[in-house]
């Protein structure tokens, strides 16, 4: 079964320096691939996503994924995080198989910014 | 763009009675439908598909028989959590697809949460 792995519960940065949350997948076919950002007691909202074609994907608010599939990997990153930024981020993959189209959430990672 | 509504945002209700909370897509037609359960500071867990016209399928370990879903049209799903209980209190979410970005490229459109408090 798919799964998928975000190394770190919590990731701490300062205001204006680089954010890079990790995200690896476990499937030996890439799987369709999402990061999705949850503020509190809401939804969620889409960042971006990479079905194909160019790996380097650029979503919304600055942020961009890079696809590695040598390393199975799908990290998102941002050059300089914003106090707004904070948030807990989701990566999430689904079978190119799966008819259902479910998506399978990683465990997540909260982000925090320090001014 | 797409939006999906979730209501009500909070509910709060005793043990052993019925909550239903409703998840609507309010500018596209989505023939399918996922309810997500979210416990405090955990990811999300896929309780199962609502299929229009169809039963929905549920994950493993959920049961149907308390977690009552029906796909009543192209806009409107239900959850419904029978007989709660207060390890039932959660934060439930649903999810629709967007048909008219056709293929499975289309990303899943999220409502707020639900979030069920059972006393």
């Known amino acids: 079964a798919q799964s998928v792995t975000q190394l770190g519960s919590h990731v701490s940065v300062s205001e204006g320096a680089l954010v890079l949350l990790r995200c690896n997948y476990s499937s030996s076919v890439p799987p369709y691939l999402f990061w999705y950002v949850q503020y509190p007691n809401q939804g969620l909202q889409l960042l971006l996503k990479y079905t194909t074609g160019a790996t380097l994907v650029k979503g919304i608010n600055g942020f961009e994924a890079e696809f590695k599939k040598s390393e199975t990997s799908f990290h998102l990153t941002k050059p300089s995080a914003h106090m707004s930024d904070a948030a807990e981020y989701f990566c999430?993959?689904?079978?190119?198989?799966?008819?259902?189209?479910?998506?399978?959430f990683g465990s997540g990672t909260r982000l925090l910014v320090r001014p | 763009g797409a939006v999906v509504s979730q209501h009500p945002s909070w509910v709060i209700c005793k043990s052993g009675t019925s909550v239903k909370i409703e998840c609507r897509s309010l500018d596209f037609q989505a023939t399918t439908m996922f309810w997500y359960r979210q416990f405090p500071k955990q990811s999300l867990m896929l309780m199962a598909t609502?299929?229009?016209?169809?039963?929905?399928?549920?994950e493993q370990g959920v049961e149907k028989d308390k977690f009552l879903i029906n796909h009543a049209s192209l806009t409107l799903s239900t959850l419904t959590v029978t007989s709660a209980h207060p390890e039932d209190s959660s934060f439930y979410i649903c999810?629709?697809?967007?048909?008219?970005?056709?293929?499975?490229?289309?990303?899943?459109?999220f409502g707020n949460g639900t979030r069920l408090t059972v006393t």
């Open positions: 999810s629709a697809r967007d048909l008219r970005q056709g293929t499975y490229n289309s990303p899943l459109h």
């Open positions: 999430a993959v689904s079978d190119r198989g799966d008819s259902s189209y479910k998506l399978i």
């Open positions: 609502s299929n229009e016209g169809s039963k929905a399928t549920y």
